[in-house]
């Protein structure tokens, strides 16, 4: 015997619009309210040494950061940066995952070192890295010297800076590309 589907009385749909506005409001909170505040400070000259709205001044700030070449060279960096760490990481990354979606033995010990840098805190990771690469004490450059090497200032250096933090970046987020994959990979099926 079939059951008609009832629509939810008023009482249930408010319930849920009750569960659901607080986070509504704290999304608004914490996103649209200083996006648009920025927004409109970006046509005054608003500054933090004397914020307020005092003089409008229009779409001058963005004419301004156009002819900037510190923005172009930025803009250049940042578009360099998001298409090696995503070409490098879903190329590894699915190497990586074709490797585990084999049978092997200590997967889940494999699964577990991959998974660490992860779920480490972005900020931990840095000052972990930025004490490795330190240019007298780290231990990259220890390593370096016993090969007979000089001590490399990895972070010294505008092209030494973004391959050493291109490289940290890799090794942390990696492991979120494997996953991905991987899970895509198993539910594909066995047979040909």
Do not use: C
């Amino acid at each position: 015997m079939r059951t008609k589907n009832y629509p939810l009385r008023l009482q249930e749909k408010i319930a849920g619009y009750s569960f659901l506005a607080p986070t509504v409001v704290v999304l608004a909170a914490v996103v649209a309210f200083p996006l648009i505040y920025s927004l409109i400070a970006s046509f005054y000259a608003y500054t933090f040494v004397s914020p307020g709205f005092k003089i409008f001044l229009g779409l001058s700030n963005y004419i301004n950061a156009l002819k900037d070449s510190y923005f172009w060279n930025s803009l250049i960096v940042t578009i360099s940066f998001v298409l090696a760490v995503v070409s490098i990481e879903f190329v590894l990354g699915f190497i990586i995952a074709l490797m585990l979606n084999r049978d092997i033995r200590f997967k889940g010990v494999y699964y577990t070192i991959l998974t660490i840098p992860m779920l480490l805190s972005p900020v931990a990771v840095g000052l972990i890295w930025k004490m490795l690469l330190h240019p007298d004490l780290g231990v990259m450059n220890y390593f370096l010297s016993l090969f007979g090497l000089k001590h490399v200032n990895w972070l010294g250096s505008p092209i030494g800076a973004f391959w050493s933090v291109l490289f940290v970046d890799i090794w942390q987020q990696i492991s979120f590309m494997i996953l991905l994959l991987l899970a895509g990979l198993v539910s594909l099926p066995k047979e040909p």
